[in-house]
């Protein structure tokens, strides 16, 4: 586990439960991805953790930024960005939202149908907008492929659409799921693009920008490729299909960025068992799916966890976090062992826990109050 993080919780004592970020760590996976994607545009998704510690960092390092809402736009303007740096990726937005972002100057939106071209005509005229495309998951932990964009074969006439209104047709965008585990999920998509590209340079539009979306992974129970096999993947690929003349290329990561920078400690309330000759205990812990944990759900994403007795002879646990609902548990059937000497009133952790958590707790069901946060 992150050291400076140690010292902080060992000297502090922070109340739990609590995320600690490692600051430096954020700025050192951008630095990786800026070093393994050169040819990359990094947008950092911010919903992954919009924490002003974090944009600030980043934008110290010349990031850009993909906002999915008003509201990630003001974040991002607070934090220095200029609005050259932004982009609006989610493409179901009110049109009031899309005025107001106009206004400050963001001029790159995304959009997956006709309606929203019409908002977006309407609201930010001129606008340079990318058409977002349906993708396969495939062997992503955390699966992005139900709920945003068109099948292929609409880009084009939806591209076509975007021009007669106005709007500058400016690229293509997908996404291969979050957690993709697997970096040939890329080339698909790219050639599906490149396609994309050729038929509506035959129309006559030329398309300037690839958007590869989010994906890249962080460390949980399983393990990743290296970036560097994302980066040789991609980039093959990209030559591949394009050759000498690369268009701009774009990608959104936020996971990549904030998931390992990230711990979650919590304190083990309870340990017990349903039935006296149970093998399985209960491990009851004051955080859990309401306190940041959601992505626990259907066992997807799966945390290391630390704990004061690692090493020691472990057996087989059930995780549940302190609330009365029994959608409430993290863990039933993922198989984790916890050491047998693990007692109430001992701390854990949850590592990699820096993504899709701060944000994700709710502001009190139960009476739990959201995780407290600390930027060191
Ligand atoms: C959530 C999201 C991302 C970030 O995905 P990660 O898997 O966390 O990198 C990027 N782009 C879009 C459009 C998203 O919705």
Redesign the pocket.
Known sequence: MNEKIVRFLDMQQPATPCLVVDVDVIRQNYGALAENLPQAEI?Y?V??NPAPQILSALVALGSHF?A?SYAEVELCLAAGASPAQLSY???VKKQSDIAKASKQGIDLF?FDSKPELTKLAEAAPGARVMC?IMMDSGD?Q?P?SQK?GCAPGMAIDLLTTAKDMGLHPYGI?F?V????INPQQWIAAIEQTASLFAAAADSGIPLKTI?L?????ANYRDDVPDLARYGDVIMTAMAAQFGNSLPRIII??????S?DAGVIQSEVVLISRRNDDDEKRWVYLDVGKFGGLPETADELIQYRIRTPHDGGETGPVIIAGPTCDDLDILYKDAAYALPLALQTGDKIEFLSAG??TSTYASIGFNGFPPLDEYYI
């Open positions: 947008h998704a919903k992954a993909d999915a990726g989610n493409t995304c977002r992503a955390w992005l945003f965008s996404h799921g979050s957690q993709q958007n979306g989010g994906g890249f992974p959104e990561p936020g996971r990549g960025i998931g993504a899709y």
